[in-house]
């Protein structure tokens, strides 16, 4: 498919924000990367992983705790993902490579895949948010509709009140089937794959033998097979709810735009870091705990902008670009808790589904 381009401007708005970043961090005397707080909340988040895992697998906890533990479990991988492996992704935990490499590759420790989070995340989505048939995070077709540019099905007149299930099942789809369309078809949505080493290629299906071992092989050694898939469907539904409601909290709720690129042209109305402000939304940002826990992507105006900055800077970036938006007269989206985010969506969803 055609590739849509941004409309060209001769002062960027992405040129001021940049500037103004620039001069704080510089004013401060601060690395944009992540500082010894993002490093004590990796370790925390890594001895909590283990040692639920360790306790589930080899301990063999009574139902009620073993239960607790599994939901508990599914928590902890949803946090590891925002607060490790996304900054690793993005090159902002650490100002070394090797760590961020490091931090990166836990998410093929979790039965992801680093190389096809990069193009579906990184690249594409990053690039072009919210736009329909590119950006593969809005692509839940035939079973959600979320745009109104995507064909609209009777069952959609019902998703606000499904979608929940739909987002439990992301982890378990993510790692047993949607990483492995994405590799067989070379393709992420209708955007071609990028070429794939042999390194590329043995760590995709090293690390996926080594996620089957870990967590399903083992478990099923140890503590037997119904024990396994009861905790099991718990922890990955778990996981998924929280990963999916998280990164549709950011861009689908009723004030986030869906941008079409004109026919003739080709090109999209705004430039780039006025595309991803209108098309990303903010919410809960005064609250601390939501913050630590989601990896500050509860501000994703400021993470979609300078996705290079690490997460322990964003409330601070936060107030000099509200400011440098209320100077131009662009909305800056935000909610100011999770409830008011979530029932956005939800009305969001109704909207797509009788639209």
Same mark, same amino acid.
């Given at each position: #498919?055609?590739?849509?381009?941004?409309?060209? &401007?001769?002062?960027?708005?992405?040129?001021?924000? $940049?500037?103004? /970043?620039?001069?704080?961090?510089?004013?401060?005397? $601060?690395?944009?990367?992540?500082?010894?707080?993002?490093?004590?909340?990796? &370790?925390?988040? #890594?001895?909590? *992983?283990?040692?639920?895992?360790?306790?589930?697998?080899?301990?063999?906890?009574?139902?009620?705790?073993?239960?607790?533990?599994?939901?508990?479990?599914?928590?902890?991988?949803?946090?590891?993902?925002?607060?490790?492996?996304? !900054?690793?992704?993005?090159?902002?935990?650490? $100002?070394?490579?090797?760590?961020?490499?490091?931090?990166?590759?836990? =998410?093929?420790?979790?039965?992801?895949?680093?190389? #096809?989070?990069?193009? $579906?995340?990184?690249?594409?989505?990053?690039?072009?948010?919210?736009?329909?048939? /590119?950006?593969?995070?809005?692509?839940? +077709?035939?079973?959600?509709?979320?745009?109104?540019?995507?064909?609209?099905?009777?069952?959609?007149?019902?998703?606000?009140?499904?979608?929940?299930?739909?987002?439990?099942?992301?982890?378990?789809?993510?790692?047993?089937?949607? !990483?492995?369309?994405?590799?067989?078809?070379?393709?992420?949505?209708? #955007?071609?794959?990028?070429?794939?080493?042999?390194?590329?290629?043995?760590?995709?299906?090293?690390?996926? =033998?080594?996620?089957?071992?870990?967590?399903?092989?083992?478990? %099923?050694?140890?503590?037997?097979?119904?024990?396994?898939?009861?905790?099991?469907? /718990?922890?990955?539904? &778990?996981?998924?709810?929280? =990963?999916?409601?998280?990164?549709?909290?950011?861009?689908?709720?009723?004030?986030?735009?869906?941008?079409?690129?004109?026919? +003739?042209?080709?090109?999209?109305?705004?430039?780039?870091?006025?595309?991803?402000?209108?098309?990303?939304?903010? *919410?809960?940002?005064?609250?601390?705990?939501?913050?630590?826990?989601?990896?500050?992507?509860? *501000?994703? %105006?400021?993470?979609?902008?300078?996705?290079?900055?690490?997460?322990?800077?964003?409330?601070? @970036?936060?107030?000099? @670009?509200?400011?440098?938006?209320?100077?131009?007269?662009?909305?800056?989206?935000?909610?100011?808790?999770?409830?008011?985010?979530?029932?956005?969506?939800?009305? *969001?969803?109704? +909207?797509?589904?009788?639209?």
């Amino acid at each position: #498919m055609t590739i849509p381009k941004f409309s060209n &401007v001769p002062q960027s708005f992405h040129t001021e924000l $940049k500037g103004r /970043i620039s001069a704080y961090f510089e004013q401060v005397g $601060k690395s944009t990367t992540g500082d010894t707080r993002i490093f004590m909340k990796a &370790v925390i988040l #890594m001895l909590v *992983f283990s040692s639920i895992y360790i306790h589930l697998v080899f301990f063999t906890p009574g139902v009620l705790l073993a239960i607790s533990e599994s939901v508990l479990l599914g928590g902890v991988v949803a946090a590891i993902g925002f607060n490790v492996m996304h !900054d690793g992704a993005h090159g902002s935990f650490s $100002k070394y490579k090797w760590i961020n490499l490091f931090a990166a590759f836990s =998410l093929n420790i979790l039965g992801g895949n680093s190389f #096809m989070w990069n193009m $579906k995340h990184n690249i594409i989505h990053h690039a072009f948010t919210n736009v329909d048939g /590119i950006d593969d995070d809005i692509d839940i +077709q035939p079973w959600m509709r979320m745009s109104e540019t995507q064909k609209k099905y009777k069952l959609h007149k019902y998703q606000h009140f499904y979608f929940w299930f739909l987002y439990s099942l992301l982890y378990i789809f993510w790692i047993f089937v949607l !990483d492995y369309q994405k590799y067989f078809k070379s393709r992420v949505g209708n #955007m071609p794959l990028k070429r794939m080493t042999i390194t590329d290629h043995l760590v995709f299906w090293g690390f996926k =033998l080594f996620h089957a071992f870990l967590f399903i092989g083992l478990p %099923i050694y140890m503590v037997g097979f119904t024990s396994w898939l009861i905790g099991f469907v /718990i922890f990955t539904c &778990v996981a998924g709810f929280v =990963l999916s409601i998280v990164f549709q909290l950011a861009h689908t709720v009723e004030h986030t735009a869906f941008p079409v690129a004109n026919v +003739q042209t080709g090109r999209l109305e705004d430039e780039w870091a006025i595309h991803q402000i209108k098309t990303t939304a903010n *919410f809960a940002t005064n609250n601390p705990v939501v913050s630590w826990l989601v990896g500050g992507l509860n *501000f994703q %105006i400021e993470h979609h902008l300078f996705p290079k900055i690490s997460h322990v800077h964003y409330p601070a @970036i936060s107030k000099i @670009i509200k400011q440098a938006c209320q100077e131009y007269g662009i909305t800056y989206i935000e909610y100011p808790k999770v409830r008011y985010a979530v029932a956005s969506h939800v009305a *969001f969803l109704r +909207q797509m589904g009788r639209a």
